[in-house]
């Protein structure tokens, strides 16, 4: 391969960019052996045709073997690290108990545990006087509610066409989407709307619509750049996992995701197992994830304290044996030759099951045994999973202060005025996004400018605020002048001491 490309003859060269990096995928392949690229844990973005060279298909027995070569070393790794902290815990209360005897013996300077710390004196920013005691926030300068000092009032409400990026200085605004994420992960969650009028495309849950009503779920995904890319309208509230899939397959968008998180509700087994079939990683946020169950391959292997909890075999058998069944789902899935939602109920409905469902369910133990392995310990992929999805809480904020006609409630009777209306509730949510960022990164730039310190830390700035937005009022959609003119808005001059 590389001495092709090196030949003097350009006709004996790879005839393209492209073709060059299929050939060296192909090497790649060769060389490092079957699926090579999954097994590394790398993030790639590389065209299908140039992963399928790198990732050469294997025998199903051979990718048995590396789930649970892979599986094996995550409890393994997981269960010495669960005896290093516990090991470590308990040399810290030894070498700090005699300091925490005595911090619990009352003495005449301090008062008795039960009796409450007097409240610290604070001023308030603003100068008021507030009663003793009151839970009083304080405004950091440069944090958030400091930028928003900056930022002008607009004049209109939301409705406004915003600003478009090539004329806000797309310099500022990519430092922002560099700090926030790359577009490579991805949050899932659903939004609950009450139907008033009498239609079929709702259903009943007293939990969430109240007894007697009935509601759809606004099942949307949103990236770790705060954009909306995809929604979904379900009528009810069914399971969350079998949309899952339906934000990734179907979304028209740029964005690449490769990772997708969600709430502990569609973390399923076979959720985790065709995810793990189509080459995304699932992560969702695991509540309880104490009584959850592990699963192993062999049962000779010794996982150290995880050993007697680790008792449920997994049937790597029915893998092998269904194993183009499972391809040929993957394929009907990435062709589009059926959605998700449809397969995924069909494999999971009651009666006599075909085979190929349970096989999904065995490849998910696989996978979401050796990530349960990994969020028991990885912080930083639980602050990770965590901080996407409160961004799309926030985003939800947001969305239900936008949609505060008809008391919040969807009145159309069919499905696709629903979605049309939810789909206008996506897009000024995205407009809002990237009101925000133009003007909070220019609100940095004038900050830079003045020689006054900026916020240092990007990435925990949100686009997601509404405070300044106005949502009640007259709507007036002429754009004033100075935005006609392609300028953007002045910003507002912070009061002396802000």
Not at 463 to 480: A, I, Q, T, V
Request: proline content about 8%; aromatic content about 8%; charged content about 20%.
């Amino acid at each position: 391969m590389v001495l092709r490309a090196l030949a003097k003859d350009p006709a004996d060269r790879q005839p393209s960019a492209h073709a060059l990096a299929v050939d060296l995928a192909d090497a790649a392949g060769r060389s490092y052996g079957p699926r090579w690229i999954s097994r590394s844990g790398v993030v790639v973005r590389l065209d299908d045709d140039v992963r399928n060279a790198a990732d050469q298909p294997a025998e199903p027995a051979q990718l048995a073997a590396d789930e649970n070569q892979q599986l094996q070393a995550a409890l393994q790794e997981a269960g010495s690290k669960l005896a290093e902290t516990a090991a470590a815990q308990e040399t810290a209360r030894t070498e700090h108990r005699p300091a925490i005897d005595a911090l619990e013996q009352t003495t005449p300077d301090r008062p008795p545990p039960s009796a409450p710390a007097p409240p610290l004196p604070v001023t308030p920013p603003d100068g008021s006087d507030k009663a003793a005691g009151a839970h009083t926030h304080v405004r950091d300068p440069l944090g958030p509610a400091g930028l928003r000092e900056h930022l002008h009032a607009p004049a209109v409400p939301t409705a406004v066409s915003p600003v478009k990026p090539a004329r806000s200085g797309g310099g500022a605004i990519g430092r922002f989407l560099a700090a926030w994420g790359g577009g490579e992960l991805a949050s899932a969650d659903g939004l609950r709307f009450v139907v008033p009028v009498r239609t079929i495309n709702a259903g009943p849950n007293p939990k969430y619509f109240g007894k007697g009503a009935r509601g759809v779920t606004y099942y949307n995904f949103a990236s770790d750049q705060f954009t909306g890319f995809h929604g979904i309208v379900i009528p009810g509230t069914p399971k969350d996992w079998y949309y899952l899939l339906e934000g990734l397959l179907e979304q028209e968008t740029s964005l690449c995701p490769v990772e997708v998180t969600s709430d502990t509700a569609g973390a399923s087994e076979m959720g985790f197992g065709i995810f793990r079939l189509l080459g995304w990683q699932f992560s969702p946020r695991l509540a309880g994830a104490g009584s959850a169950t592990l699963y192993r391959v062999d049962p000779a292997a010794a996982y150290g304290p995880l050993h007697n909890l680790i008792r449920t075999r997994v049937n790597t058998g029915i893998i092998v044996d269904n194993w183009d069944d499972l391809l040929r789902v993957a394929g009907s899935l990435l062709t589009g030759a059926v959605r998700p939602a449809e397969l995924f109920r069909y494999l999971a409905g009651g009666g006599t099951p075909i085979p190929v469902g349970p096989a999904l369910i065995e490849l998910g133990k696989l996978d979401r045994s050796a990530y349960f392995a990994g969020y028991f310990d990885d912080e930083l992929l639980r602050r990770r999973v965590n901080t996407q999805l409160n961004r799309q809480e926030s985003r939800h904020q947001l969305c239900r202060k936008i949609c505060h006609g008809q008391k919040g409630e969807l009145r159309q009777k069919y499905r696709e005025g629903q979605e049309d209306q939810l789909g206008a509730l996506g897009f000024l949510t995205n407009v809002c996004v990237l009101w925000n960022t133009v003007y909070t990164a220019r609100a940095l730039d004038q900050i830079r400018a003045e020689g006054k310190p900026a916020a240092a830390d990007v990435a925990r700035l949100s686009p997601l605020g509404f405070d300044h937005l106005k949502m009640l009022g007259r709507y007036n959609f002429s754009l004033p002048d100075i935005v006609r003119d392609g300028q953007l808005r002045p910003l507002r001059t912070p009061a002396p001491g802000q």
